[in-house]
Structures are given as C-alpha cells and as structure tokens.
C-alpha cells in the first residue's frame, strides 16, 4: 500500500486545521480532515466582544479536535503588508493565545474573489453569495495551504508573475 502524498502519518503535523478568513465583522471559518489533504467550509462568525469571542473559538477548537490554526494574511496585489493586515495579524495572535494553539499567517490574496467566481459560475445571487463568501474565502485559503504542504514557517511574501494583476507598471 502507498501513502498519498502529503504530511507522513502519525506525524506531528496530522490533525485538523482552521482556517479563518479574518473580518473586522464576520471571521469565514473551514476545516481540514485530519490527514491535511481537503479543506470544508465551516461557518461564518459575526463577531460580537472578546470574551464571547474567544469563547467561541475554544469550544470550536475543542469539538473538531483542532491542532493548528491558518489565518489568512490580506496583502497588497504587490505582497506589501497594509493596516488590515496588521489587524490580521494581531487577531491571529490573540486567536492562538485563547486557543492555546499554534498559528501561521498565509496569503490569502483572491480568495474573495475566487469564491464570488465560483458562487456566481454556480448561478448563486447575490443575496446568497455575500452570506456565504467569507466561509468559502476561508475554504480557498485553507485549501491553497493544504496544497502548498502546511508550512509552519511563513513565505516571504512575493508579487505574483502574472502582469495583469502587478500593482506596478512593468519596467521595459
């Protein structure tokens, strides 16, 4: 019998992961199986005060029996860090304090957009698509993390090769 590829069973890394796409209202939430290979959507959190916050999040972590968190890092089209990241940043540290989990930070450029892509190729209306998009930008980022192999270190954020979305004019 062959392992699929991926983290080596039984190995530290195993377990589900979290993956939330912060908001300042809303916090999109998805989940990975327990091997680390697909990403489901979980929910949307409106976000209330911190204590019912964290509350929250410790049962969350508690009932899926969660080992790792993923928070996504919204960056610049050119990966420079803004002002929402910092926040990002900032609530992800408090997210691993109240959980007593460890957390990496991950681009999660597009994912917004990918999941209107796909809610709308899918015939969704708008309505729904604005009560769903933050689960599924939670799901993208997750799975785009799952995919690149659950680095514990983060990437140094790099501009991304296609032209078409380079915040800076091409030198000549």
Same mark, same amino acid.
């Given at each position: 019998m062959v392992a699929p590829a991926g983290p080596t069973f039984g190995g530290?890394?195993?377990?589900?992961?979290?993956?939330?796409?912060?908001?300042?209202?809303?916090?999109?939430?998805?989940?990975? *199986? +327990?091997? =680390?290979?697909?990403?489901?959507?979980?929910?949307?959190?409106?976000?209330? *005060? +911190?204590? =019912?916050?964290?509350?929250?999040y410790r049962d969350l972590v508690e009932a899926e029996d969660v080992r790792s968190l993923v928070v996504g890092l919204p960056l610049h089209t050119g990966g420079g860090e803004g002002d929402l990241a910092k926040l990002a940043r900032a609530w992800g540290a408090w997210l691993a304090r109240e959980t007593n989990l460890p957390v990496t930070f991950f681009d999660e450029r597009y994912t917004s957009v990918g999941a209107d892509h796909l809610m709308r190729a899918h015939g969704l209306k708008l309505r729904d698509r604005k009560a769903r998009r933050d689960m599924l930008a939670a799901q993208i980022l997750l799975q785009n993390f799952l995919d690149a192999g659950c680095p514990e270190v983060e990437a140094p954020a790099a501009p991304l090769a296609?032209?078409?979305?380079?915040?800076?004019?091409?030198?000549s």
């Open positions: 530290p890394s195993m377990g589900r992961v979290l993956g939330v796409d912060f908001g300042l209202k809303r916090v999109g939430a998805a989940l990975s *199986d +327990p091997r =680390r290979v697909i990403a489901t959507p979980l929910e949307i959190y409106e976000r209330r *005060d +911190p204590n =019912r916050d964290a509350r929250h296609d032209p078409e979305f380079r915040d800076e004019p091409e030198s």
